[in-house]
């Protein structure tokens, strides 16, 4: 420990306007601000998703005004990552703080239903109001684009936030103009007050110190290098920027003291001289772009500098991460830097100074090239003090390139940035040139050899494919878990091929003209940068026109769009959730040390290193476990089958699984410790992780399961020729990737010990039910002791259906061994391990039809990848053998489908489990079929589509039959769907544009895909209760779990439009009725919310309620005041039933009309989706996306259109970006959000258009609704279907004919890899067919 001063002073701050001070000796220095605002000050407003500052959630806006210039800095920050000494003198404003300011903005998002679940809300609110704010007023809905790229959501697929976002712009669609404008809209828009921040004391940062961390903030050169100087004898020293590298920064944890760099004076800034830019040590990344920028509308080369900056990270880090910083990063850990490659082909030169000089000072600064920077050892303890960019010349080219997982928000594969200058005389003669490539190794490379090359033979049609070559040969590839040597070389060659083009174009033009900014300004990623915000969205709201709202009083219907209860306090943040239950003084926070071997057995788990580190309380493991270490996670079901805690001498099951908890009184501490837990393994093994692997090692799953119809039989001597006269065979394979749940809240439980032995649990499930009996079995207590509870979820997705259970399981035995309350909440990587995702599918298919498309027969196999337990897998293998027929016809059919056990975790479905992997096997089929008869895609799907009379398929579970073929749900809307669908989107139209696009140019292509869904939905019987208050209020119980898909607005209007038009002909007004939090004391044994069945049946057991309610009351309706308001009509009637005693709690119940407890009804929709690729980076964007979707009579279609609007961007992640990779070992390699990429609001369509279908009355579902959760999924298919047909138009330029499919997700990297592009290929005669 070195020898540092006291800690003295205070850490002062505001927080929403409330001064915050704390004495230096009570701040933990090495705690993130947003862990201190919700920890310490109890400030839940700011929600924390991941903790790695990869999805925005927890964004808060700082301000603050300089005390000597007055200057008033502004900007977003990510809490989570951002240090809290580094607030001192800040205003810290979160989306709660804003409403003040931004009333209207907070309006609409409440209005347009902008929050579903919730949880990533707040922080998008603080980014709305800062990208709104920050264009002055003037924001049109052009400069949006690219906007927003550092907030992530999972539930909305963004259409509504940005419809908030673009009603804003000067040039807002008349339909997001609001017609009755609130008083917070008498501000125009975007001119919403930017207060003057207030003043904080100008003291200077306090020392701040906790055991093992000090943190200096000194405010010049001298103080620094004096600080320096103390402190270098004794300890490690860590020179910090703003801090934003802390979550790589392993090393950082054992660090001793900081030096945070950012007071100090000399470091600030960027000045701009004559001749150079010099930016500061301490300069941002949006500092830069905003000085290049003002640079850009003198000189071109600037704006392609600003484009690529632009894409790092996203703008919450650009407008704190450092370029120093940055810079540093590639030097000390072989970071994949944007600015490095960037800066390097630039030229540009660092200025720094060696700390460990025996007096540094500014005067002693050392001015070097960047790349003699970057390679040198030495010094140990550089200092920059500034980059300089020396300015271009006019003639100077430069150009970057950059390929990601995502386009926004995602650290690049690869990079380049290549620069040159021709000789202004002579035709193709280059005078200089740097080709630096990135991201591919340690370091950023300079191709010297290909630079030579240029410089000696000149720039010509001829040498292009050559310098190509030579620069691929030249630069060597890194290794990389997730990318192939040859996909990062060919993004190499692209970058190369589009810059020597553009140079060939530029130089024939330079000769005669001077380019334009415009002309120069384009970053390579042109397909990322899509209109986005051109995406609309129809809703019908079906709303009975003769409804008198004056009479009602803000009487709450179905059907009526109504918004969410619970919006205001969603947009504020002041919602809560799991992890926002208060905790007592007592409390202890759990932390996991998992798994580091797939299948070993555990010896011994050594906490003594743990347990000596401050405030760590115990740490609990299998031993603490009294029910044989092994819980039941559904008892109701299959086996034992997920361990809570790998057992002592027992044998792991995944890598990730929970060996023990280590119980600390902050979750930070208890997650330090966890670090240091040694965990000793003994007999490890090589595990099966691919289902050849399990079908080699025989692991096959208990249950198999067929579908079958009509009979295969009389087809089987066509399956093995190669077809007939009459009939011809497709064959072919499906591969389906996983895909993870990536809820935004996380996995959270806190457990309360109580009297008599009793527990109380807090938990985010969807299942409480399992919770409940697994927590008593746990505990062995019975299930009246156990009452848990919850208020709504931060999204679920299925994986909190019992993934949440052994994360409750673990609270209750911590809580019940501390005797105190328990919080515990996996890592977003741990819990991405632990909790397991869609499930991995292979199938084979043979398919004979005839020459119209008709198809006569199939034959197909599957093959489902469980994980360690097929549990809940088997329900995926199970509705692909019930499913796969879609929304065709399918006359005589078999498939069989078989499950195999792995060692990966536990398959846990994922929204739409089993249907997703069938649209997408069905429709492959029929694109092949399509294919193979150069027939329109659309009219094979027509000549098949199921009809009124068609019968689905049976289905066998081991031989078995276990559900008989049934009619289809009429009318079945297929065709006309269909019909709807090929109109809105002009299918002609598209296929004749998509062809000719395609014939016109070589590296960019279009594709089209279109499919029809049917996806058959439960209706379980359900029970609800209402509760009336003698003031009149009302509250409802059910069984149902809120997660942000409208389930609380859909039963209070159903409780209001019953109870009240029963009664006197006239909805209550919601404002009465509330739905309750759930808890197992008041609805014991509730079903699990899945399946996206549990709106429509609680609605029906809420009407039985709200209809025997009204029986009961009915007596007591004073008919004299019929003219009455509807409220206080009813408060009359429940004072009148009060006082005669009536019981004013009610049961309601309901039961499919069948009887059964079940029954299945049929959804339909079906969409459109066009896509063009980038043939040379594999990058892509859906330039359309059209969905119609049968939701019967909607009960809410604020709340349904967002609904399917959500799946189908979730579905998009699926086909497109959410690659899920195991490695041999069995480790996920996509644990987090560095490596796990939904997509973001840039990527939604650019023509995005979700429809419910008019007039499409279901009789048998709840007021003629049907449901919306899941089957909108199943519609994004279409958009791997357009990007497959994409592909093979490349493929053909490239001389590969045939049909050709791909695994999902239908990465950069697979869509590149794919195209067949050789660098010969790579021509100038090639791209004069048009790029
Ligand atoms: C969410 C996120 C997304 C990102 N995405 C991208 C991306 O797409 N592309 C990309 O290129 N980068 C990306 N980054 C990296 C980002 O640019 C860097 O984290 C940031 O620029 C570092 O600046 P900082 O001030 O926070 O540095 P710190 O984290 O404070 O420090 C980083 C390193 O630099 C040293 N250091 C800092 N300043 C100086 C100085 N003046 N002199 C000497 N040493 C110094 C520190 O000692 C430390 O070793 C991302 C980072 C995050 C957190
Ligand atoms: S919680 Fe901070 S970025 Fe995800
Ligand atoms: S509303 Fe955005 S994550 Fe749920």
Redesign the pocket.
């Known amino acids: 420990m070195p020898a540092c001063m006291e800690a003295a002073g205070a850490l002062a701050f505001t927080l929403d306007g409330q001064k915050v001070v704390v004495k230096a000796a009570d701040v933990d220095p090495s705690l993130p601000l947003a862990s201190f605002l919700r920890s310490h000050l109890g400030c839940h407003n700011v929600k924390v998703a991941c903790g790695e500052?990869?999805c925005g959630a927890c964004t808060v806006l700082l301000e603050r005004q300089d005390p000597s210039t007055k200057a008033i800095e502004r900007h977003t920050a990510l809490s989570c990552?951002k240090p809290l000494p580094s607030v001192h003198g800040w205003n810290v404003t979160t989306a709660k703080g804003l409403k003040d300011r931004s009333g209207a903005l907070h309006k609409r998002m409440e209005t347009l239903n902008a929050a579903q679940c919730g949880y990533c809300t707040p922080g998008f609110v603080v980014s709305l109001y800062d990208t709104l704010t920050s264009a002055g007023g003037d924001l049109t809905t052009d400069r949006l684009k690219g906007e927003l790229d550092g907030n992530l959501c999972r539930c909305t697929g963004y259409r509504s936030i940005l419809d908030v976002c673009k009603s804003f712009c000067t040039d807002a669609p008349a339909h997001l103009r609001p017609t009755t404008p609130d008083i917070e809209d008498a501000i125009p828009p975007c001119k919403w007050p930017t207060p003057v921040p207030q003043p904080l004391p100008s003291t200077p940062p306090p020392l701040l110190k906790n055991a093992s961390l000090t943190w200096h903030t000194p405010s010049s050169l001298a103080e620094l290098h004096s600080i320096f100087r103390s402190l270098r004898q004794d300890g490690k020293v860590?020179?910090?920027?703003?801090?934003?590298?802390?979550?790589w920064q392993e090393k950082a944890k054992e660090e001793e003291c900081v030096i945070s760099?950012e007071r100090v004076e000399e470091?600030a800034g960027i000045h701009v001289t004559e001749r150079a830019i010099r930016v500061g040590?301490?300069a941002t990344?949006s500092e830069l772009i905003s000085v290049i920028d003002k640079e850009a509308t003198k000189t071109a080369t600037y704006a392609a500098l600003s484009a690529h900056l632009r894409h790092?990270?996203?703008k919450q880090?650009r407008n704190?991460?450092?370029v120093?910083?940055?810079l540093?990063?590639v030097k000390?850990m072989a970071f994949p830097?944007?600015?490095a490659p960037l800066l390097l082909a630039w030229g540009c030169r660092i200025e720094y100074i060696d700390l460990d000089a025996p007096t540094p000072s500014a005067a002693q600064t050392q001015m070097v090239d960047l790349e003699a920077f970057l390679v040198a050892d030495a010094p140990k303890m550089?200092?920059?003090v500034a980059i300089v960019l020396d300015k271009q010349n006019e003639g100077a080219f430069f150009r970057s390139y950059r390929t990601a997982m995502r386009k926004h928000?995602?650290?690049?594969t690869a990079n380049a940035a290549f620069w040159c200058e021709f000789s202004p005389s002579s035709s193709g003669v280059v005078s200089a040139v740097r080709l630096v490539a990135g991201a591919v190794s340690d370091r950023p490379q300079r191709a010297r050899q290909t630079e030579a090359f240029l410089l000696e033979q000149g720039l010509t049609n001829k040498t292009v494919t050559r310098a190509i070559e030579m620069l691929t040969e030249e630069v060597t590839i890194g290794a990389s878990s997730h990318d192939s040597e040859s996909y990062r070389k060919s993004l190499l060659a692209g970058y190369l091929y589009r810059f020597l083009l553009e140079c060939i174009n530029r130089h024939d033009n330079t000769r005669t003209s001077t380019p334009s900014p415009s002309s120069t300004s384009t970053h390579s990623t042109t397909t990322a940068d899509t209109g986005h915000l051109n995406g609309t969205t129809h809703t019908d709201t079906d709303t009975d026109p003769d409804t008198d709202i004056d009479r009602e009083g803000g009487g709450a219907r179905i059907w009526q769009p109504l918004a969410k209860p619970d919006n205001e306090r969603l947009v504020t943040g002041d919602a809560k959730y799991t992890g926002d239950v208060a905790m007592d003084k007592r409390a202890l926070y759990g932390a996991y040390v998992t798994s580091e071997h797939a299948k070993a057995t555990l010896l011994r788990v050594d906490g003594s290193e743990a347990m000596r580190v401050d405030g760590v309380v115990d740490i609990v493991t299998s031993e603490d476990f009294t029910l044989n270490r092994m819980i039941n996670t559904v008892t109701a079901w299959d086996t034992n089958l997920l361990e809570s805690v790998v057992p002592i001498g027992g044998q792991s099951r995944f890598v990730g699984q929970p060996v023990a908890l280590v119980l600390a009184a902050t979750e930070d501490t208890a997650r330090k410790a966890a670090h240091v837990v040694k965990v000793e393994w003994a007999d490890i093994q090589t595990p099966v992780v691919t289902i050849a692997q399990a079908m080699a090692a025989k692991r096959e799953y208990k249950k198999m399961f067929e579908g079958r119809k009509g009979d295969i039989a009389p087809f089987e001597a066509v399956f093995s020729s190669r077809g007939t006269a009459d009939l011809q065979v497709v064959k072919g394979k499906v591969d389906c990737g996983s895909q993870l749940h990536f809820y935004l809240e996380p996995q959270v439980a806190v457990a309360c010990p109580d009297e008599d032995g009793r527990m109380t649990v807090h938990t985010a499930t969807q299942g409480p039910q399992y919770v409940h009996e697994n927590v008593a079995l746990a505990l062995g207590l019975p299930q009246h002791k156990v009452d848990v509870r919850l208020r709504r979820l931060g999204g679920g997705f299925g994986g909190k259906s019992t993934g949440s259970v052994p994360v409750a399981i673990m609270a209750a035995v911590a809580a019940r061994k501390a005797g105190r309350p328990v919080h515990v909440s996996p890592t977003r990587h741990q819990d991405a391990a632990m909790t397991g995702g869609r499930e991995e599918i292979e199938l084979d298919y043979e398919a004979a039809f005839d020459r119209s498309g008709r198809i006569h027969a199939i034959r197909a196999s599957v093959h489902v990848n469980c994980g360690c337990a097929g549990n809940l897998a088997y329900m995926c293998g199970k509705y692909i053998a019930e499913f796969l027929e879609q929304a065709y016809e399918l006359q005589n059919f078999y498939l069989l489908s078989k499950l195999w056990i792995t060692d990966l975790p536990m398959r846990m479905p994922v929204r739409a489990p089993g249907g997703l992997p069938a649209a997408l096997a069905i429709e492959t089929i029929l694109d092949h079929i399509a294919s193979s008869l150069s027939l329109d895609q659309a009219d094979v799907r027509r000549a098949n589509h199921l009809t009124e009379t068609s019968l689905t398929s049976a289905m066998y579970v081991n031989g078995e039959m276990a559900a008989a073929p049934r009619q289809l749900t009429v009318p079945v809307q297929i065709a006309r769907i269909h019909d709807e669908v090929c109109a809105s989107s002009e299918w002609g139209r598209r296929v004749a544009e998509v062809a000719a696009f395609n014939k016109a140019h070589r590296w960019r292509k279009r594709g089209l895909g279109l499919m029809g869904l049917r996806f058959p939905r439960p209706l379980f019987a359900s029970n609800a209760v209402i509760n009336v208050h003698v003031d009149g209020t009302v509250l409802l119980h059910h069984e149902g779990v809120e997660m942000g898909q409208g389930l609380h607005v859909k039963v209070i209007q159903v409780a209001c439009d019953t109870l009240g038009t029963r009664l006197f002909g006239y909805p209550l007004p919601a404002s009465l009725v509330r739905s309750a939090d759930f808890a197992t004391e008041f609805m014991p044994n509730p079903w699990l919310t899945a399946a996206s069945s549990t709106s429509e049946r609680m609605c029906f057991a809420m009407q039985d309620a709200a209809n025997r309610m009204a029986e009961k009351l009915m007596p007591f309706v004073n008919q004299e005041s019929a003219d009455g308001q509807v409220a206080e009509r009813w408060k009359e009637v429940i004072l009148a039933a009060n006082g005669a005693k009536v019981n004013l709690q009610q049961q309601g119940e309901w039961r499919p009309s069948s009887g059964n407890v079940i029954d299945f009804y049929d959804t339909y929709g079906g969409t459109v989706a066009e896509v063009e690729i980038d043939v040379l980076t594999g990058e892509h964007s859906v330039r359309a996306f059209h969905m119609s979707y049968d939701c019967g009579k909607s009960i809410n279609p604020l709340v349904d259109i967002g609904q399917a609007e959500g799946a189908a961007i979730m579905g998009q992640g699926f086909c497109t970006s959410e690659q899920v990779t195991w490695d041999a070992t069995g480790r996920l390699i996509n644990d987090g959000t560095w490596m796990y990429k939904p997509p973001l609001a840039p990527d939604m369509p650019t023509d995005f258009r979700v429809h419910l279908l008019d007039n499409s009355a279901f009789p048998g579902g709840f007021a003629s609704s049907k449901a919306t959760g899941e089957p909108p999924l199943l519609g994004s298919v279409s958009i791997f279907l357009a990007i497959q047909q994409a592909i093979r138009s490349a493929r053909s330029d490239a001389g590969e004919e045939g049909f050709f499919t791909l695994s999902t997700p239908a990465t950069c990297a697979k869509i590149q890899q794919s195209c067949g592009t050789k660098i010969e290929d790579m021509t100038v005669e090639a791209a004069k067919r048009g790029e």
Do not use: F, K, P
């Open positions: 500052g990869g990552i860590r020179l910090v920027g703003h801090n934003t590298s802390v979550c760099l470091l040590g301490q990344i790092t990270g996203s880090l704190e991460g450092t120093a910083g940055n540093m990063l000390t830097s944007d600015i550089a200092l920059i928000y995602a650290h690049a």
